[in-house]
């Protein structure tokens, strides 16, 4: 069982497009960081949130924490075939760190 | 890029034999894990570290065992492998707990 759920698990969209993908859990994180990784690497931290509320951008991606610290959500807007990863989600809390399973994003050109 | 390395970067071993992998950090980072990464599971962490001879358990750490007898290394250690311990493995490193800042490029490991 996955504590932390993220969906939708695939999303294939054209170059240019806007997307969200969500990290959802019924509990209470610390802290939550977003990574992305590609095939045959490591994961890449993007962003660590960890005031619920919170709104990060980093150039075209918008990371948000929910107000009770149990979920988030990443936006990008103009999406581009760089940005074609696995995006993993982790949240911790008391000295227990946990991942989710992952979107799997294709940007076509 | 972070200094962290990982070796061996791909092992094939039979059922029953011991395999150790490394990770080893040139940022002096006090905080050192490992995790597996299976499809449909994510990232699972198997075993941390907050310092030299200092470590704990994480989700998924039986079968598995650790040592760091030095700030920048931290061995993996199955003792006897498994089919069901075949897995990518990842080190990864943070200054503070609970932000992996870096990870390493990953060790693919098939137990046969």
């Known amino acids: 069982t996955q504590l932390l759920k993220q969906s939708p698990q695939f999303l294939s969209i054209q170059e240019g497009e806007n997307l969200t993908v969500y990290c959802n859990s019924s509990?209470?994180?610390?802290?939550l960081q977003w990574y992305r990784q590609e095939p045959g690497e490591g994961p890449v931290l993007l962003v660590t949130?960890?005031?619920?509320?919170e709104v990060k951008k980093l150039k075209r991606l918008t990371f948000q924490f929910g107000d009770a610290r149990k979920d988030s959500s990443l936006h990008i807007t103009a999406a581009q075939p760089g940005d074609t990863g696995l995006y993993l989600c982790?949240?911790?809390?008391?000295?227990?760190?946990?991942f989710g399973a992952g979107t799997r994003l294709t940007v076509k050109p | 890029d972070a200094g962290i390395t990982q070796s061996p970067r791909h092992k094939v071993t039979e059922t029953g034999t011991p395999v150790t992998l490394r990770c080893h950090q040139t940022?002096?980072?006090?905080?050192m894990y490992w995790y597996r990464q299976d499809p449909g599971h994510g990232l699972r962490l198997i075993h941390y570290?907050?310092?030299?001879?200092?470590?704990d358990k994480g989700e998924v750490s039986d079968g598995y065992s650790v040592s760091r007898s030095k700030t920048e290394d931290f061995l993996l250690t199955l003792e006897s492998a498994t089919s069901s311990q075949t897995s990518v493995y990842f080190c990864?490193?943070?200054?503070?707990?609970?932000?992996?800042?870096?990870f390493g490029p990953g060790t693919r490991l098939t137990v046969t």
């Open positions: 990864a490193i943070s200054e503070s707990w609970g932000a992996e800042d870096h």
């Open positions: 509990s209470v994180f610390s802290s």
């Open positions: 949130v960890v005031t619920g509320g």
């Open positions: 982790a949240g911790e809390n008391n000295n227990d760190m946990r």
């Open positions: 940022e002096n980072h006090r905080y």
């Open positions: 570290s907050y310092g030299v001879k200092d470590t």
